[in-house]
C-alpha cells in the first residue's frame, strides 16, 4: 500500500519533470527520419543567431558578475554557464529582476541549470556534484547559450582560502 502510494507519487512527479525538460529543448514530438527535413523541428525556444560577436575572454570574479543582475537601470546582465559569461542583456523580460529566471543574474548558476532547478542554493558555480543526466543538461544549457548569446569573458574566482591549511 505505502510503495504502491511512493510510486504512484513519484510517477506523477517524474513525468511532467522529464516532459518539461524535453520541452525546454525540443517542444514536438517526434519526426520520422525521412519527414525530418520537410517538418523543421519547432520550438518554444529563441532561434540560434547568426550574428554572434566573437567570444571574448575578459576575467571576471563571481563578485564582479554580481554587478550585472540587471538590477542597476541600463545596466548589462550577464549570465554564466560553467565559468563562460553571456551577455543576456536583449532578454531582461527573462533574466531582468523579478522575471522568470533572475535567479541566474549576476552569478554563475551551472549547478541550478544542471538540476533544473530555480531554488537560490542552487544557483551556484560549484557543479562538481552533478550526476551524468544532470550534466548532460547542464552541458545542452552552455550550448544553447552559446549559440544565441555573446560570450563577453570568462569567471576567474581566486582559489578559495583554506583556512586549515594557514
Ligand atoms: C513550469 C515550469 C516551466 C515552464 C512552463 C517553462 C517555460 C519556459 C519557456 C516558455 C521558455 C521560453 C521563454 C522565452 O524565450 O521567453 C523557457 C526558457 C527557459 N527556461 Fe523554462 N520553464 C519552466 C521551468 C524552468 C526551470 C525549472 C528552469 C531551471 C533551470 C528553467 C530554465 C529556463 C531557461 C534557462 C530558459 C532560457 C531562456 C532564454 O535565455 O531564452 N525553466 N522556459
Known amino acids: 500500500m505505502v510503495l504502491q502510494t511512493l510510486v504512484t507519487y513519484g510517477l506523477a512527479l517524474a513525468i511532467p519533470a522529464l516532459y518539461l525538460a524535453y520541452r ?15 517538418r523543421p523541428v519547432k520550438s518554444i525556444m529563441q532561434a540560434p543567431r547568426e550574428d554572434l560577436a566573437p567570444p571574448k ?3 571576471y570574479t563571481l563578485e564582479e558578475l554580481k554587478e550585472y543582475d540587471g538590477s542597476k537601470p541600463g545596466s548589462k546582465i550577464y549570465v554564466a554557464i560553467k565559468g563562460t559569461i553571456f551577455d543576456v542583456t536583449h532578454k531582461a523580460d527573462v533574466y531582468g529582476p523579478g522575471r522568470s529566471y533572475s535567479i541566474f543574474a549576476g552569478k554563475d548558476g551551472s549547478k541550478g541549470l544542471g538540476m533544473s532547478s530555480l531554488k537560490p542554493e542552487h544557483a551556484v558555480a560549484d557543479y562538481s556534484d552533478l550526476n551524468e543526466s544532470d550534466m548532460k543538461v547542464l552541458n545542452d544549457w552552455h550550448s544553447f547559450f552559446s549559440k544565441r548569446y555573446n560570450i563577453v569573458g570568462k569567471v576567474v574566482d581566486p582559489p578559495a582560502t583554506d583556512s586549515s591549511s594557514l
Do not use: G
Open 24 to 38: 525546454h529543448f525540443y517542444n514536438s514530438p517526434p519526426v520520422p527520419a525521412q519527414r525530418r527535413e520537410e
Open 57 to 59: 575572454d575578459d576575467p
